[in-house]
């Protein structure tokens, strides 16, 4: 079973800036679409960014303008740097890697939690 690893969370005042990480223990990163979503208390998971196998990025209108997705695919991870960070960023943020096909693979990350409090 794969498993994802998300790092970088934490807590971080208004205006300022976080950049998550996620890894996974197999090589499959480059050849999925790899997604970060999240869920703040009392809300349904959203999505926050997504990147494809292609390249091809899609980004939810909370994050447009404020957050930017990109993978390596040498380390096998990709990241969210997010900035300009609000107390309504806050809360759990989930890796999400997807091989895009009927029944393909969909793995979820634990989760990291993303605080922004002054």
């Known amino acids: 079973q794969v498993q994802l690893l998300e790092s970088g969370g934490g807590l971080v005042e208004p205006g300022g800036s976080l950049t998550l990480s996620c890894g996974a223990t197999e090589r499959i990163l480059s050849v999925s679409a790899v997604g970060w979503y999240r869920q703040a208390p009392g809300k349904p998971r959203e999505l926050v960014a997504t990147?494809?196998?292609?390249?091809?990025?899609n980004y939810g209108d909370s994050a447009e303008g404020r957050f930017a997705i990109s993978r390596d695919n040498a380390k096998n991870a990709v990241y969210l740097q997010m900035s300009n960070l609000s107390p309504e960023d806050t809360g759990v943020y989930y890796c999400n890697v997807d091989q895009g096909v009927v029944g393909g693979y969909d793995y979820w990350g634990q989760g990291i939690q993303v605080t922004v409090s002054s």
């Open positions: 990147i494809g196998s292609s390249g091809i990025i």
